[in-house]
């Protein structure tokens, strides 16, 4: 998906953040009610979800990427993934081509989730996942959590190592 510069896409993550708030767990039915919705409204790519979470998830993916391809949705469908062959084979397999990468910058989230060495590691999982993704057939974005204390230096190098 090649964009304009000066132009703006709408990315709508209400089905996997949405859930993030606390008593909200959509049903597959849910979701795909709200993937159509959305899709009417004009929104151009949803995010539908984060397969390598649970089964349940899995299906109401496959359900909504069958949709999909049954000319039910025209909009643009995405999925959450960890850079990992696991979340990425898992997200292939539900019918997605498009993944959006997420990862920790913040070093208070990177010791706490990789160690001492968090950053190597996730510029290491960020070019594996990248490589092993593109090798696949998928196309990918990255997002990086508590970029707002994240150190700025380090932000920059980690998202032009993703462009890269």
């Known amino acids: 998906m090649k964009l304009d510069p000066k132009s703006v896409l709408i990315y709508d993550t209400t089905l996997r953040d949405g859930e993030q708030t606390p008593g909200v767990a959509f049903t597959p039915e849910q979701k795909m009610e709200l993937t159509k919705l959305l899709d009417r409204m004009g929104v151009p790519l ?3 979800g984060y397969p390598a979470v649970s089964e349940d998830e899995r299906a109401g993916v496959r359900a909504i990427m069958k949709a999909r391809d049954q000319g039910e949705i ?10 990992l ?14 993944l959006s990468f997420f990862l920790p910058t913040s070093d208070i989230h990177l010791r706490t989730k990789f160690g001492s060495d968090g950053r190597d590691k996730i510029m290491r999982m960020l070019e594996e996942g990248a490589e092993y993704a593109t090798r696949k057939g998928a196309a990918w974005g990255f997002a990086a959590e508590d970029t ?17």
């Open 46 to 48: 949803v995010n539908v």
């Open 74 to 83: 025209g909009c643009r469908l995405a999925v959450l993934s960890r850079p």
């Open 85 to 98: 062959r696991s979340d990425i084979d898992c997200a292939l397999d539900c019918g997605s081509d498009l």
């Open 148 to 164: 707002t204390r994240t150190e700025f230096e380090f932000l920059v190098r980690v998202f032009r190592r993703s462009q890269e």
